[in-house]
């Protein structure tokens, strides 16, 4: 199939077409987000079918994140590689396709393999949709831009909460994993044919033969990067921890009613939807700077993870609900929308898969140390402590990251006037 032809980068910010580049890559992030919150609402049931313990439930969490944490990293390097279309298709496909073959599955083995091989694609289309919305968008409008793209973490968890607990009612929670797959697949097939490249440089533009692989070398130098990455498996510690663990703790914690636990964490979700383009704009027009403002926002999600693990009945978490959803979630478009201006936009793609890899690290632990810990003290406050020392930490990290804020001239790309501001020592 012939590609359609690349604007210049400077015509890329300013074409109208860059909205339908977003909400592409939004609409195919929202997807993978979906799939990965079904196991959330699902996996009480998906345990009992498959004959797991409640304490075993973490390992599929964990298999989905060792290969999601692998796709980040490999992601980011071939969208930098091979082109933000293909991986973004490609990799939603096939993730799609195995998000089928889970809910046919009949053993625990070939399940948790089936999650780790879902979570081995599904991690890629992150830096994909990052390095697109990068070269389609200038840095003054990057904010907004990557608040509504990071919308679909939050969307994915209220769609999944409010459609999966009524979905197993009614046929089972295999039929989650059979629908939800099936639209992941129909949604690549659209990326596939509608995404076009930023600029005529892009290896999927007309007239580009083979692009030379990316250097690598000034990321592994880059110490603002590392902190930025380890600031986020900090804030991702408590926001999948939550998002993993939510349903079952409320379940089996507190007595609370399935389908008013999935009420919940939607509502927890649909706050961050609201509240995650919001922030962004808020921080393009101040122009001042994203890193005291995520410090802040990591703040208030320890406090919040506190109180909601205060509560113990189904009006209390209600309450709690969209102010933990505020904390989980603002500090990620922030984040997102630090990283081309950290990277350059030539690097934006691997840097983005290099650093959402080391996030999502704490997806990986989370899961089975909550687990540990729920089953060891019986506490549903206890496990909330936990999920509390990430956030917290992440907070402190802030501090020491230099940000660059690029002057509201910067190009499409990422790469020219920009002002550096030294964190306080």
């Not at 890329?12 to 919150?37: C, G, K, N, Q």
């Not at 129909?186 to 440089?201: I, N, Y």
Request: hydrophobic share 55%.
């Amino acid at each position: 199939m012939s590609v359609l032809a690349a604007p210049p980068a400077r015509a890329a910010s300013s074409s109208p077409y860059r909205w339908v580049i977003l909400i592409l890559s939004w609409l195919a992030f929202t997807m993978t987000s979906v799939d990965r919150s079904t196991w959330g609402p699902a996996s009480a049931s998906v345990g009992e079918s498959l004959g797991v313990a409640l304490g075993g439930l973490g390992v599929f969490v964990t298999a989905y994140y060792i290969g999601y944490v692998v796709s980040n990293a490999a992601g980011g390097f071939l969208t930098d590689w091979i082109g933000a279309r293909n991986i973004l298709a490609g990799s939603l496909f096939v993730a799609g396709g195995f998000m089928i073959l889970f809910g046919s599955t009949h053993s625990a083995g070939i399940g948790i393999a089936f999650q780790a091989v879902v979570g081995l694609f599904a991690g890629a289309d992150y830096s994909a949709g990052v390095k697109l919305i990068t070269g389609w968008f200038a840095e003054k409008d990057r904010g907004l831009a990557m608040g509504v793209y990071m919308t679909a973490t939050s969307l994915g968890t209220m769609i999944a909460n409010a459609i999966v607990p009524s979905l197993i009612e009614a046929s089972g929670w295999r039929t989650s994993y059979h629908a939800f797959g099936a639209v992941s697949m129909v949604v690549a097939v659209l990326c596939f044919l509608l995404v076009r490249p930023a600029t005529a440089a892009e290896p999927e533009a007309a007239g580009v033969k083979r692009a030379p692989l990316p250097d690598l070398r000034p990321l592994a130098r880059n110490r603002d990067l590392l902190i930025l990455g380890l600031a986020g498996f900090g804030g991702l510690w408590g926001t999948y921890g939550f998002i993993t663990w939510s349903n079952t703790l409320m379940i089996k914690g507190n007595d609370i009613e399935p389908v008013t636990a999935g009420l919940v964490v939607s509502i927890f979700a649909f706050a961050a939807v609201l509240c995650k383009p919001l922030i962004g704009l808020v921080t393009d027009l101040i122009g001042r700077g994203r890193r005291i403002p995520t410090m802040g926002v990591l703040l208030f999600f320890v406090i919040a993870l506190l109180v909601f693990g205060g509560m113990s009945t189904p009006a209390g978490f209600l309450v709690v609900a969209p102010f933990l959803g505020i904390g989980a979630y603002l500090y990620s478009p922030l984040m997102t929308a630090m990283i081309p201006g950290l990277s350059g936009g030539r690097l934006a793609g691997s840097a983005a898969g290099a650093t959402n890899a080391v996030w999502q690290l704490g997806s990986v632990i989370v899961p089975v140390v909550i687990g540990a810990v729920f089953s060891a003290t019986g506490s549903f406050y206890a496990a909330f402590l936990a999920l509390a020392v990430g956030p917290l930490v992440g907070a402190v990290l802030m501090f020491f990251v230099r940000e660059k804020r690029p002057s509201h001239a910067a190009d499409p790309e990422g790469t020219t006037t920009e002002k550096k501001t030294e964190a306080p020592a």
